[in-house]
C-alpha cells in the first residue's frame, strides 16, 4: 500500500455511525477500510484522535479565475475542500466569443478580478475545462473543479444584454450552447436570476433550456428572482419550470433573507417537501453565516443594467438616470435588490478593483451619492457584504435532508466575506461540536456524500473499497474557522491533512505544493 492511515475514527459520508478503522490507500483509491490492517503500508500515518471523512465538496464556488492564478489556493485545500464547483450565478468565462468574453469579465470583476494576469486562451467549455488541466505550467489545479454552463453568459452570446425576448432561432442557438457545454463535461447548467442578463430569461425560455440540460442527465442550479420580497413565489417558480422539464434541481445559497422573511424558513422548507413526495429531484445549499455577499452593481435595478457595463456607466454618469435609479433603489425596492427597498446600512464594501478605493473597504454605504460615486470611480468593482440574513432560517435550511454546502466564496477584495475561507470548518466546529444543530455524521454527510450523489459521481464522496482517495482528517476537539469578519483571510484550525487521489495536498497543517486537481467532467457514468 502506498499509505495506511491508523486508528482513525471513519466518518465515511453516508450519515451512518462512525467506526475506529484503519484505512488503506494504493494508487489514488481507497484500498482497505477495516479494523487492524495488516502489514503497512510505504508510509504509515497515526490517526488516532481524528476523524477521518470524505473530502469535502464545495456546492458553490466562485474560484473561476483563482485556481488558474494561485497554485496554492489555501482558502479551500485548508478547508478540507478536495472538490469545487464553478460556473455559479450564471456568469463566467465560457462559452463565449471575444466579445462576450470582454463583457463578461467587466460585469463580474468584483467576484473574480479584471482577469488581467489571466491567458484567456479558451472560448468553449471543453477548452476551460482543459485550461484547468494544464494549469501551472502543464501540472494541474490546487483542488479538482467541475463546471456548471452559466445561463447568462449563453444568452449574453447569442441575445446580447438587452431586455427583450429571444427570438426562436436564438432560443436554439442557447440550446445548441447548452448541449455543447455539457457534452465537454459541464455537470449541469446556473443562472443568476437577479443578474443582468440572465434575468431577462422567461420561466418558459429556462424551461427549454433545462430540457437540454435534463437530457444530458445534469441539473439546473438557478440563484433564483428573490430572496427577499417573493422569495417563495421565486422558489415555486423554480420547482415548476424544472418539474415540467423533467430536470433535477438545485437551489444555490437557499435561504431566505431581508426583514420580510424572518422566520419564514419553514415555508420554503414545506413547499420542497411538497416537490419531494411527489416526485421531484430537488436539493439545495448554504452557507452558516447571515450576511450574503454580492458586488454593489447588482443591487441596481434591471433596466439601469440592460446594455451591458459601458450602458450602466453611462447612465451613472447621467444625473436625470442617476435619480431615478436612486428612487428604485430607495423608495420602489429594486429587483436587483430582491424587491427590497434599500437600507444602505446594510451595506458593506467588501473590496475594490483600484487600490485607489481601499479606504471605502470595511465602512457601511452611508447613502446614494457614496455608492454612486463608487461605481463610477471603480468601474463597478467594488463587491458588499449584504447584512440581510436570519441565523434562525440558516439553522433551520441546514438540518433539511437535501441540504449540501456551498460556500459562495468570493476570494477577491481586501475584505471577502468569511465563508470563503471558512465554511466547512464553521460547519464542524460552530454548527456540531458547540450548538448541536446537527450530528458530525450528518454534517460530514451533508458536506461530501449527499454533493457527490447531486453531482453523479459514483466514485467519491464516501469512505469506501474502491472510491477516490479524496480524504480529509480533522480534530473534532478543535477544528474551527479562523476566518471572522475582521481577519476573513485567517485559516482553519483543527484540520492537519487533506489528500486528494491519496496525495497529500495539506500535511501537518501546512499546504504542500502538490497540485492533484483536475476537472471533473460529466461522463454518462460520471466523474473523469
Known amino acids: ?31 482497505a477500510v477495516g479494523g487492524r490492517i495488516a502489514g503497512g503500508g510505504r508510509r504509515t500515518l497515526d490517526a488516532r484522535g481524528l476523524v477521518l471523512a470524505p473530502g469535502f465538496i464545495d456546492m458553490h464556488a466562485h474560484s473561476d479565475l483563482a485556481l488558474l492564478r494561485d497554485p496554492d489556493h489555501g482558502s479551500k485545500a485548508a478547508q478540507g475542500v478536495t472538490l469545487e464547483v464553478l460556473g455559479q450565478d450564471g456568469l463566467s468565462y465560457a462559452p463565449v466569443d471575444d466579445r462576450t ?9 468584483g467576484w473574480n478580478g479584471t482577469g488581467e494576469d489571466i491567458d484567456f486562451d479558451w472560448r468553449t467549455v471543453g477548452g476551460y475545462l482543459d485550461r484547468l488541466d494544464r494549469a501551472h505550467g502543464g501540472q494541474g489545479i490546487a483542488v479538482n473543479a467541475a463546471y456548471l454552463v452559466p445561463q447568462g453568459t449563453v444568452r449574453a ?17 442557447m440550446r445548441t450552447l447548452v448541449a455543447e457545454g455539457l457534452a465537454q463535461g459541464a455537470v449541469g447548467m446556473s443562472s443568476g436570476l437577479t443578474y443582468t442578463p440572465g434575468m431577462y430569461a422567461s420561466g418558459a425560455e429556462l424551461t427549454e433550456l433545462c430540457r437540454v440540460v435534463a437530457r444530458y442527465g445534469g441539473y439546473y442550479c438557478p440563484h433564483h428572482r428573490s430572496y427577499g420580497r417573493g422569495a417563495l ?21 437557499a435561504t431566505m433573507n431581508f426583514g420580510e422573511n424572518e422566520g419564514r424558513a419553514d415555508e420554503l422548507l414545506a413547499l420542497l417537501d411538497g416537490a419531494l413526495a411527489g416526485g421531484a429531484d430537488i436539493t439545495l445549499d448554504s452557507y452558516p453565516y447571515t450576511p450574503g455577499c454580492t458586488t454593489l452593481v447588482a443591487l441596481l435595478p434591471s433596466w439601469a443594467n440592460e446594455g451591458g457595463p459601458e450602458a ?69 468593482g467594488p463587491s458588499i457584504l449584504q447584512h440581510v440574513g436570519h441565523e434562525e432560517n440558516v439553522r433551520a435550511i441546514m438540518r433539511h435532508p437535501v441540504h449540501t454546502g456551498g460556500s ?52 467519491r464522496g464516501l469512505v469506501r473499497v474502491g472510491h477516490r482517495a479524496d480524504l480529509v482528517l480533522f480534530d473534532p476537539l478543535t477544528v474551527a474557522a479562523g476566518s471572522t469578519y475582521e481577519q476573513p483571510r485567517a485559516l482553519p484550525a483543527g484540520i492537519p491533512h487533506v489528500l486528494i487521489d491519496g496525495r497529500f495536498v495539506v500535511r501537518d497543517g501546512r499546504r504542500t505544493d502538490v497540485l492533484a486537481g483536475r476537472a471533473v467532467r460529466r461522463t454518462p457514468h460520471g466523474g473523469r
Do not use: N
Open 1 to 31: 500500500m502506498d499509505l495506511v492511515i491508523r486508528g482513525a475514527r471513519v466518518v465515511d459520508g453516508t450519515g451512518g455511525p462512525s467506526h475506529i478503522a484503519d484505512v488503506a490507500v494504493h494508487e489514488g483509491r481507497i484500498a
Open 101 to 109: 468574453l470582454g463583457e463578461v469579465r467587466a460585469a463580474i470583476a
Open 233 to 253: 413565489a421565486a422558489y415555486a417558480e423554480m420547482v415548476e419550470l424544472t418539474r415540467e422539464a423533467s430536470c433535477a434541481l438545485h437551489l444555490a445559497h
Open 312 to 380: 450602466v456607466l453611462a447612465r451613472l454618469r447621467d444625473d436625470a438616470e442617476a435619480e431615478r435609479i436612486r428612487y428604485a433603489l430607495e423608495v420602489e425596492g429594486a429587483d436587483g435588490c430582491h424587491g427590497v427597498p434599500v437600507d444602505w446600512s446594510t451595506i458593506e464594501i467588501a473590496g475594490t478593483t483600484d487600490p485607489a478605493h481601499g479606504a471605502y473597504v470595511g465602512t457601511r454605504v452611508p447613502d446614494w451619492e457614496t455608492a454612486r460615486a463608487l461605481l463610477l470611480g471603480d468601474r463597478l
Open 157 to 173: 452570446h447569442v441575445v446580447g444584454w438587452g431586455d427583450r425576448p429571444a427570438t426562436p432561432a436564438e432560443l436554439d442557438r
Open 408 to 459: 459562495d466564496g468570493i476570494l477577491q477584495g481586501a475584505k471577502p466575506h468569511p465563508r470563503a475561507y471558512g465554511t466547512f470548518p464553521h460547519y464542524l466546529g460552530h454548527y456540531v461540536r458547540e450548538l448541536g444543530v446537527l450530528s458530525l455524521e450528518e454534517c460530514v454527510a451533508h458536506l461530501s456524500g449527499r454533493p457527490a450523489a447531486r453531482l453523479r459521481l459514483p466514485d
